[in-house]
């Protein structure tokens, strides 16, 4: 009588062929390194709007200008600052960002990072 149970090989061979195109998958994937021409979160100090426009209309506008449209403005910012410093972050390009360095009414523009404080509840004695 032949046994007709698959063998361990057969398990081993399925499974492989799994794990090898799982790996193509992966390795086909988009990579996301950062190069000189992809955009980075910048922090952008602008001079206060007129007090008849809204901060982030007026940070909305700033961006339109040199994205092209205040829908690209929209889905660029992150974040708008209005009440200690007026200004915004957004993901720009170095291109972008030399643009927007030029424009009127823009102060500085900085690269956003994230720092890490040196106390914590260890540190507190």
């Not at 007709?4 to 081993?12: D, G, I, M, Q």
């Not at 021409?37 to 200008?65: C, D, G, K, Q, W």
């Not at 600052?81 to 972050?89: E, L, R, W």
């Not at 720009?92 to 900085?110: A, C, R």
């Amino acid at each position: 009588m032949v046994n007709k149970a698959p063998s361990a090989s057969l398990f081993s061979s399925i499974l492989l062929l799994i794990l090898a195109f799982l790996f193509a998958m992966a390795d086909s994937a988009p990579k996301s390194v950062a190069s000189s021409s992809e955009s980075a979160v910048h922090i952008v100090y602008t001079e206060r709007p007129l007090e008849n426009e809204e901060p982030e209309a007026y940070h909305i506008r700033t961006l339109a200008s040199i994205l092209g449209s205040e829908e690209a403005a929209k889905g660029a910012l992150i974040y708008s600052y209005k009440t200690a410093a007026s200004g915004f972050s957004a993901k720009l390009t170095p291109q972008q960002v030399e643009e927007i360095s030029k424009l009127p009414g823009v102060l500085q523009v900085v690269p956003s990072r994230t720092l890490q404080l040196h106390s914590g509840p260890g540190k507190l004695h």
